[in-house]
Every structure is written in structure tokens, then in C-alpha cells.
């Protein structure tokens, strides 16, 4: 079987980093705690610090719990917060310094510079819109750098109901896994209505790329794997646009998920992965297919 391996597959920068800076942590508990200089603090991550269940158990069996609400972090007394690679609201951020436990932001720079964008135009009196998926916590921590209520826009139908004061400026950003021609087309229904808007196009290059890759490769395959946790959003989007490519897409987590009937005339299988998935699932997957099909 000839397997086609998307060249972007797999862990972006800003995951590689915030998985990278939980596990530079564990290393050194480990190392203070074999000098025998004192107890380690614990090691936290505000939510998920990626969405990919495999990554997270991980790190929970090395001893780093997930805070899944404001609730746990306010009955911390001590320990090490790291925050998720999708960034935090800015008061949950104040609020872990303001509690003296160690704060080690590994929000991903690309979405950090979204929270100062929409921090500064907020402050200059501009309404904010997201184009994204309302209840995503990147989305949420990005309404939390707003001065004023941010709304959250996802469909035409979410776009041509919306009706901003008179006279009232808009600045619009994007989650930056959003699909970038679903952006364009929201954006575009804004500009037809005679908004006085600004657009920041704040979809990452990464997500992009992988998107453009995907459709190439379902297109020519006889099917096509989806690889990334059911949580995360940039991994849905793959599969979206791989199915309307390839009728025969599947989605997986793991290798454990994948159940693939392949008719005998199949000779070419692509395989993508979201920006969350570790090498090492992408590699099984790929070898299975290989030498199993």
C-alpha cells in the first residue's frame, strides 16, 4: 500500500512549545528531587495543556494534575500553574500571580499576539469580533483580554443576524485554527453590510498550510486519515475538509481507533494530522497502513 504522509502533520510550534515547557518542569522536579534539595512543588496545567488525550495522560502518570475550572486553581496554596497553549482570559492569569504560586505562561505566541491585538483596540473603544467557535478555550481566553463584551461569530447565518450599534467600530479577529476561507466569506458578509471594520486575519500560517495540504492530498487519495484528539477543533476542520475531498476519511485518535474496510482497488492512502498529535502516533499509523493494507 502507498501511503502519502502530509509534510505538516503533526505538532505546530506553539503545541511543540507549551508540551515542551510542561516536560522541562517534570524534569526538573525530578532533578531537585534526586539532589535531595527539598520537596518538589506540584506542577499544574490550567485545562489541558494540548488537546490530545495521549499527550495529557502522559503527563498525568508523571504527576502534572489538570486544573479544569477557576474553582480547583482558587483552592491551590502552592505549586507551578502552567497555562495551556490556548492562552487564558488575562484574570485568570492576574489571579494565579496574585496567589504566589509559580506562573509559566505557554500560551502560543500566535495567540498571544491576538490577546494584545484585541486588549489595544479594545481600549480604543472598538467592538471586537471573533470569528471562531464559542466555547473553544482559545476563543474564551481571547474574549477575556477584551475591555468591553467581545461576540463570537461562526456561521453566515451568526454573521448576517449580527448588528452592532450605530456608528459603533468593529475589529475583527480569528480563532487561528479557523477554516480561512470560511473566515473570508464571514468577513466579506461584514464589508457588504457597510461596517466601519478592521480585519486582522489572525489564522496562523501553520494552520493554513496544513488545511491547503490536506485538501491536495484527499483529492488524489483513494482514502484518507484524520489523526488528532476528538477535542480538538483544528483536528475537526482536517476532517471536514478531507470529506468533501475523499468519501472515504476517517477520523482516529489513535492507532487503537482504526477500524479501516479498504475495498481491494484502493492502492493510495493519505494521512494528516492535527496540530496536536505527537509523531510517535503519526509514525504507528503510518507503518500499520503500510504494511497491513
Same mark, same amino acid.
Given at each position: ?6 509534510? =505538516? ?16 518542569? $517534570? ?9 535531595? !534539595? ?7 496545567? @490550567? ?9 495529557? !495522560? ?40 496574585? *496567589?504566589?504560586? +509559580? ?7 500566535? /495567540? *498571544?499576539?491576538?490577546?494584545?491585538? /484585541?486588549?489595544?483596540? &479594545? ?5 471586537? #469580533?471573533? $470569528? ?13 483580554? &477584551? ?12 454573521? +448576517? ?10 475589529? #475583527?479577529? =480569528?480563532?487561528?485554527?479557523?477554516? @480561512? ?11 457588504? *453590510?457597510? @461596517?466601519?471594520? =478592521?480585519?486582522?486575519?489572525? %489564522?496562523? !500560517? ?14 488524489? #487519495?483513494?482514502?484518507? $486519515? #484524520? ?5 480538538? &477543533? ?5 476532517? +471536514? ?19 479501516? +474496510?479498504?475495498?481491494?482497488? /484502493?492502492?493510495?492512502?493519505? %494521512? ?22
Amino acid at each position: 500500500m502507498e501511503v502519502i504522509l502530509a509534510k =505538516s502533520a503533526g505538532f505546530c510550534f506553539g503545541v511543540k512549545r507549551a508540551v515542551d515547557r510542561v516536560y522541562e518542569q $517534570i524534569d526538573a522536579a525530578a532533578r531537585k528531587a534526586a539532589e535531595g !534539595n527539598g520537596t518538589p512543588k506540584p506542577i499544574y496545567t @490550567y485545562g489541558p495543556i494540548i488537546h490530545n488525550e495521549y499527550v495529557v !495522560n502522559d503527563l498525568e502518570k508523571k504527576g502534572v494534575r489538570v486544573l479544569e475550572s477557576e474553582a480547583d486553581l482558587d483552592a491551590l496554596t502552592e505549586g507551578t500553574v502552567i497555562i495551556r497553549s490556548h492562552g487564558v482570559p488575562g484574570r485568570i492569569q492576574e489571579k494565579i500571580e496574585k *496567589k504566589g504560586l +509559580e506562573c509559566i505562561d505557554a500560551t502560543c505566541p500566535f /495567540v *498571544k499576539r491576538i490577546h494584545n491585538i /484585541v486588549q489595544k483596540e &479594545s481600549l480604543a473603544g472598538k467592538k471586537i #469580533v471573533i $470569528i471562531g467557535n464559542a466555547g473553544h478555550p482559545e476563543v474564551e481566553g481571547i474574549m477575556g483580554w &477584551s475591555a468591553t463584551p467581545a461576540a463570537v461569530i461562526e456561521s453566515a447565518e451568526e454573521a +448576517e443576524l449580527f448588528s452592532p450599534k450605530e456608528g459603533e467600530k468593529l475589529c #475583527v479577529v =480569528s480563532q487561528t485554527t479557523f477554516n @480561512y476561507n470560511k473566515f473570508q466569506e464571514l468577513v466579506e458578509i461584514f464589508q457588504k *453590510k457597510g @461596517y466601519d471594520i =478592521s480585519v486582522v486575519n489572525t %489564522i496562523c !500560517n501553520a494552520t493554513e498550510e496544513r488545511q491547503t495540504e490536506a485538501k491536495d492530498i484527499a483529492a488524489k #487519495v483513494d482514502a484518507m $486519515i #484524520v489523526i488528532g484528539g476528538k477535542h480538538s &477543533s483544528n483536528t475537526r476542520k482536517l476532517y +471536514e475538509i478531507c470529506s468533501r475531498e475523499c468519501a472515504c476519511t476517517c477520523l482516529i485518535q489513535t492507532l487503537d481507533d482504526l477500524h479501516l +474496510e479498504l475495498p481491494e482497488a /484502493v492502492r493510495l492512502v493519505g %494521512i494528516t494530522a492535527g496540530a496536536s498529535t505527537p509523531n510517535k502516533l503519526i509514525e504507528e499509523v503510518q507503518n500499520y497502513v503500510r504494511i497491513n493494507f
